[in-house]
């Protein structure tokens, strides 16, 4: 009688630790789960706002030619446009008799930033001035 209830114990016990080892193991795939998903929505979020930034600075670039399609060539000149959401805005540098044009955006709420050149040329000679795009690059910052 002795030996049933010290051979049910044990039972009892291995019961126990193998439940204890269990939760363990599925503990553990939770905490990788998460922190792969985790790992995950950090690099969408990065991408999305990058994408933002490039976007923000090609609009820019429109900007740029846009007024030069308007005015004609330009001095070299530099301005700034914000979104209406305040923070997003994109800088405008444009040079060399207004056949460069340099834009970066900001989206600011992730503080990416982005730069595009543009190399263009300009022809007619009156309003609407013709802008043809050369060159398009990203320049690496």
């Given at each position: 009688m002795k030996d049933n209830i010290y051979i049910k114990?044990?039972?009892?016990?291995?019961?126990l630790v193998l439940t204890l080892l269990v939760s363990l193991i599925i503990a553990t795939l939770i905490i990788a789960f998460l922190d792969i998903t985790s790992?995950?929505?950090t690099l969408v979020k990065n991408h999305m706002y990058s994408v933002k930034a490039y976007y923000i600075a090609e609009a820019g670039v429109a900007d740029a030619i846009n007024q030069i399609r308007l005015n004609g060539p330009l001095a070299d000149t530099q301005w700034q446009a914000f979104f209406p959401s305040?923070?997003?805005?994109?800088?405008?540098?444009?040079?060399?008799?207004?056949?460069?044009i340099k834009s970066t955006g900001l989206a600011w709420a992730s503080n990416f930033s982005r730069t595009?050149?543009?190399?263009i040329s300009i022809s007619g000679s009156s309003q609407p001035y013709n802008v043809s795009i050369n060159q398009w690059k990203e320049v690496a910052q």
């Open positions: 114990s044990r039972k009892k016990g291995f019961i790992t995950d929505l305040g923070a997003d805005q994109y800088t405008v540098t444009v040079s060399q008799s207004s056949t460069v595009l050149e543009a190399k």
